[in-house]
């Protein structure tokens, strides 16, 4: 288990140090300006100096991301349920979805935050409305995807289609849930700094544009990597919960 | 053949009178089956044989109240199809084993027990007994994945007898299987059928596999599917793998095998 970590961990923190290092080496060795490129050295020179203030707009930016991600998720989820369980709504809606899931997140925030408010409402309605179309469209996919002769199993058996539902057919959605809730967790957290961008007094979003207007870019790096780094462990922890929930998957499987 | 006294006082397990079934989509329709009648002894073990396409699966299929016949009646124990199915009483193995990746073997065969609503210690109590009976005894945690292609049909066939079925019904459950796993679940089969009694109604390509089981070989040509032979297979019980070097065995598998050349001929 620890030699596993080791294993699978080992080379990305050997190249981030070494990438680190160069970075660091190259910024004062051709003497690149700091507006240009900040030295990892000036970056967390920012970070500590505004640490109290940067981590309380990450909080929002992460309550924010969150709360989308899991009002989204379960929005997606339902419609993407009811999509499987009638052909008629999923050929009557999913044109128009799939359009609106075309419609860039940027032309679409402005709407939103007019109708939701400045609060922080509005940044959270922009995050449900990016992690929705995922998981609709794979929570159907999941539900759709069952074998049917194990449904024929469960037929034999007299079953109620509530039976088949918790027993079987949600079961073998999992891996497909899993990958929707993978993807609306990393657009969660942009469409939070994106809809911070429109309109925001607070946030990851708010700090880059504010830096970006006085040129503190040493602050808009630190406020970026955060983000980054927001992305990276929620992705991290819905990996988490995969290995919980579909431990049976293929994908999953050690002996690969 | 079953007990005398059975046979003349029992209805049938099954009765099948005058069955049509036409599978009907947008440009074409196919004759599947047409006016097939079959009765089987209450405990008896029936073989259903045939080239491919002449309808096997699709009678198990409404035996098993999978398919609504177009035409004709069918009863199982005098009652319909679908009144055995909702209690319960009819067994299904297919080809694939059908075992849902994340239940270990014992929930796997516990699953029919669980949907009818049995308490946990109950239903996995009977769900050991049956994994005890069909020999996998010490794979109750294993999950499918980690067994081979005979133990998960094993589990399939646990699974089946798990509610106690009174007809049980198996589409080419060894077609996939190698020759020697195809032996020893044969012999299982026939273990398995002597302790519980069950009626069978097997679907097999082959001839000498039905002809080791059966009391009877229903043979079944295509287009449309219907019966064209039955064999009466009155060989010593129980069988054993030995059975196969009778005389009488080898004469009945000339038989099955020149009543099924007469089936192709109609292809
Ligand atoms: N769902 C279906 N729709 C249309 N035709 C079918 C369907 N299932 C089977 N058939 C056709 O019905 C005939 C009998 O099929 P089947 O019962 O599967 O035969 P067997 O099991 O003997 O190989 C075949 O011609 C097959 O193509
Ligand atoms: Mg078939």
New binding site residues.
Partial sequence: MVLRLVEEAGPPIVVLVVLIAFWEWACHAFGIKTYVLPAPSSILGAFIKGSNTLLYHAGITAFEAMAGFVIGSALGALIGTAFAYSRFLARGFLPYIIAANTIPVVAIAPIIIIWFGHGIGSKIAVTAFLSFFPLALNMMKGLQSYDRVVMDVFHIAAATPTQAFFKMRLPSALPYVFVGLKLNVTFSVIGAIVAEFVQADRGLGFVIMTSYRSMAMPRLWAAMLLSALMGIVFFLIVAALERVFVPWHASMDPGR | MAEPALRDTAMPAVDVRNLSLV?R?RDRA?N?LSNVDLQVERGSFVSLI??????????L?VLGDLLAPTSGTVLLDGRAPRAERLDRRIGFVFQDPALPEWRTILANVALPLELRGTPRADREAQARELIDLVGLTGFEGAYPRQLSGGMRQRAAIARALSTKPRLLLL?EPFGALDQITRDRLNLELMHIHEVTRVTVVL?THSIREAVLLSDRIVV?T??P?RISRILEDRLPRPRRLQTRDLPDYEDLVRLGNSALERGYAHV
């Fill in positions: 599978y989509s196919v599947a045939g080239p491919s396409g002449c309808g096997k699966s699709t009678l299929r589409d679907v079944m295509p287009r599917g």
